[in-house]
């Protein structure tokens, strides 16, 4: 039996992805590369019949300018950096997505990195954007260590830091009282007659903070300390169940739970259902974060609403008004907060 032996494929000896470069462009354009350069940087000074062949080439072409290149000849980037705790909990994301609106429409661009709830997690990422040289770093809260407050004040790049406040600030603060938070929320729920209260909350530098002012509250309104229950941030909705029947099992007359975030406060809610505890009759349920789920829930959470875009566009201007080095009426912008009353309370 004869065989047949298959064609060799044929060798490629050259990379099929040839980058395509501003002389390129000029050259399909019928310009100069100096006038490409020139449509590119400051086309209001170029003929508008030039600047839309010169655009149309850059089409057909596919050409992309070299952003490192003109960050060098400027010393500006264009780029901003976020530091986020996490991009997987929806908490940050209408922040995130009116600062990515707000920097576009001024020019800029943002990347984000993502720090987890450790010290350590944000001191490397922070040592890494700033070896990048952003034009300005925004960050999420004001608690940072030592090392990663002398790299950032060192560096000289701009910082608006947010989801936080404090009257030390690194440079630009746009955030709310975690303090006043807990404060607040335990107020409200000794105002309904809630006699014994708890927290469930993630293990984070804030939602401590929070339970701190609340539970200090509610001593200083005649209520015995209130118990606590802390999971490991970021927290999920199987937490809230779960330790709701941790807790209960504990201390079954406890009559309102403040959760560190509406998805524990979800997980809270589906258990009091499954263990046919009658929300708000015998549990009183207050969540953070005011989510979009958050008012479709039988009964509606009862919720803290932080006003997510407005941080992310105030971010947006201020930390672009540094870059530039205009001036700002204020650097520490408190957009305070709403506790949005619903059926679980």
């Known amino acids: 039996m004869s065989r047949t032996r298959p064609n060799p494929l044929p060798v490629q000896t050259q990379s099929p992805h040839i980058r395509v470069t501003l002389k390129d462009v000029a ?47 400027s010393s500006k980037s264009r780029l901003i950096a976020a530091v986020l705790p996490t991009l997987t909990g929806p908490i ?20 984000v990195g993502q720090s987890g709830y450790s010290a350590t997690g944000e001191d490397q990422l922070i040592t890494d954007i700033i070896s990048r040289r952003p034009d300005g770093i925004v960050l999420t809260g004001v608690v940072h260590t030592d090392e990663g407050r002398r ?48 927290l469930i909350g993630a293990d984070d530098v804030r939602s401590k903070r929070r339970w701190a002012s609340f539970a200090k509250s509610a001593r200083a309104l005649g209520l015995s300390a ?50 046919g505890i009658d929300v ?29 875009p407005r941080i992310g566009e105030l971010a947006a201007h201020c930390i672009v008004s540094r870059a530039l080095g205009q001036p700002l009426e204020e650097r520490i912008i408190d957009v305070g907060f709403t506790i949005v009353e619903r059926a679980s309370t």
Request: proline share 5%; charged share 20%; hydrophobic share 50%.
């Open 280 to 308: 708000p009759g015998q549990l009183a349920v207050v969540g953070f974060g005011d989510l979009n789920f958050s008012a479709q829930l039988d009964p509606a959470l009862t919720t803290v609403r932080i006003d997510g």
């Open 151 to 198: 790299r950032l004040l060192a560096s000289g790049i701009p910082i608006v830091e947010t989801w936080d406040l404090t009257a030390d600030p690194l440079d630009v603060l746009v955030g709310f009282s975690h303090e006043a938070v807990g404060r607040e929320v335990s107020r409200f729920l000794v105002g309904k007659g809630r006699k014994k209260l708890a």
């Open 27 to 73: 050259s399909v354009a019928g310009v100069s590369a100096m006038t490409v350069s020139r449509v590119l940087n400051a086309p209001d000074s170029i003929p508008a019949g030039t600047v839309a062949k010169v655009r149309a080439a850059i089409a057909s072409t596919g050409y992309v300018p070299n952003s490192a290149a003109q960050a060098l000849r």
């Open 226 to 275: 209130p118990v606590a229950r802390f999971v490991t941030a970021p927290a999920m909705l199987g937490d809230g169940r779960q330790t709701l029947r941790a807790l209960l099992a504990e201390h079954p007359d406890v009559d309102a739970i403040f959760c560190s975030s509406d998805a524990l406060a979800l997980g809270v809610l589906i258990e009091a259902r499954a263990q």
């Open 92 to 111: 940050f994301l209408d922040t995130i997505g009116a600062l990515t609106a707000g920097l576009a429409k001024r020019g800029y661009q943002l990347m």
